[in-house]
Each structure stands twice: as C-alpha cells, then as structure tokens.
C-alpha cells in the first residue's frame, strides 16, 4: 500500500475520531445538565436540545450513547496512532535521477535488514542468538551487534567471524560500505532451538 494512502487513512481515522470524542462528551454533559442546551435557528427550522427536560429512562439512555460513543472515539484515536505493517521504518538505499526514466528510490524495510543480519551472525560457529541495530550515515554503516555465545568457542574468534558476516552481509545486501562494527558478546547456555541451521 503506497505511504500516501496510509497517511490519509491514518489522517480521516484522527478527524473522526476526534470529531466522536467531541460530540460524545457533549452528549454525556448534556444528559447530565452541565452543559446548557444547545438552540439552533435556522431559516424556518428550530431546534432546542435541552436532555435535562427528559425522563430520567431517555437520559440515562442518551447518557449511554455518549458513552459508546466515547469508547469507540478512543478506539479509533488508538487505531489512527498505531503503526501498522506498511508503516515501518524504512532505509533509503539509493536515490537516482534520471531526465529519462524520472526520480526513483530504492528502500528497503528495517525489519527485513535486522533479520537478514541477524540470520547471517547466527550461522556463525558459536553464536546462539543476535540482535543487530543499525544505522546509515553519509560514510556507510554503524553496526551494534549483541550476540549470545556458547561458553566452548574462543571469544575473540567468534567476534572476528561476526564482523567478517556484518560486513559481508552488509555490503552485498545493500551496496553501501560497513564504517564501524562494535560487538558486545555475552554468554549462554547452550539451547537446540535457537541454532540456526
């Protein structure tokens, strides 16, 4: 889904739930009498909202409506604020311009790049678990990996091979060089199910 159909999604999802949220406390004061009543006079058509001249049945009846309505307000308010899955951060890659072929971008997900390396280290001897973070800057990757380590292999080799993997994977992956690879290790219990095959 293009980015600007999620924005003006996300965007009419606000405004009504803004607009609900509104009307709803409107109605609840005024079924409860804080409010005055509400008189509109328009060209042969008037119209007097006074809640509080009703039964006690219709009001509390109005008052429950407006408590819906306050219920559903939040619940779009939450769903416009929320991040979905063609909401997630993205990494620009490559920008080109061309008088021909017009501009175009290149992107990839940050999810999908954070899983590519993490899958890469953890096919490394000796690491159990990864999770890389990343940053792109004029000159090229900062990478922080933490990885879990099994307590039998040499730290220092592990962490020579997790560089060598961050940086390949990096480069090929993505076409921009590896500035700076900092590898935090700790170790851990051995565990099957979290070795890569």
């Given amino acids: 889904m293009p980015l600007v159909y999620v924005a003006i999604r996300r965007t009419t999802t606000l405004v009504a739930a803004v607009l609900l949220l509104m009307a709803s406390s409107y109605t609840a004061l005024l079924s409860l009498g804080l409010v005055p009543a509400v008189q509109l006079d328009v060209v042969g058509l008037h119209a007097d909202l006074d809640l509080i001249r009703l039964d006690l049945g219709v009001r509390l009846t109005w008052l429950g409506i407006a408590l819906l309505g306050l219920l559903l307000g ?7 604020a929320a991040r979905g ?3 997630e951060p993205w990494v620009v890659l490559q920008r080109r311009r061309d008088r021909l072929a017009g501009n175009s971008v290149l992107r990839v997900s940050s999810r999908a790049l954070h899983a590519m390396l ?3 280290v953890e096919r490394v001897d000796g690491v159990r678990d990864a999770r890389p973070q990343l940053r792109l800057t004029g000159r090229g990757w900062d990478c922080r990996c933490l990885v879990q380590v099994a307590d039998e292999v040499p730290l220092t080799d592990v962490a020579a091979h997790v560089e060598t993997a961050i ?3 990096l480069e090929r992956h993505t076409g ?3 500035r700076r690879v900092d590898v935090n290790a700790q170790f851990e219990p051995f565990n099957p199910r979290r070795r890569v095959a």
């Fill in 74 to 80: 939040m619940f779009l308010l939450a769903a416009a």
């Fill in 176 to 178: 921009h060089a590896v």
């Fill in 85 to 87: 899955r063609f909401d």
């Fill in 167 to 169: 940086r390949h994977g």
């Fill in 118 to 120: 993490a899958h890469s």
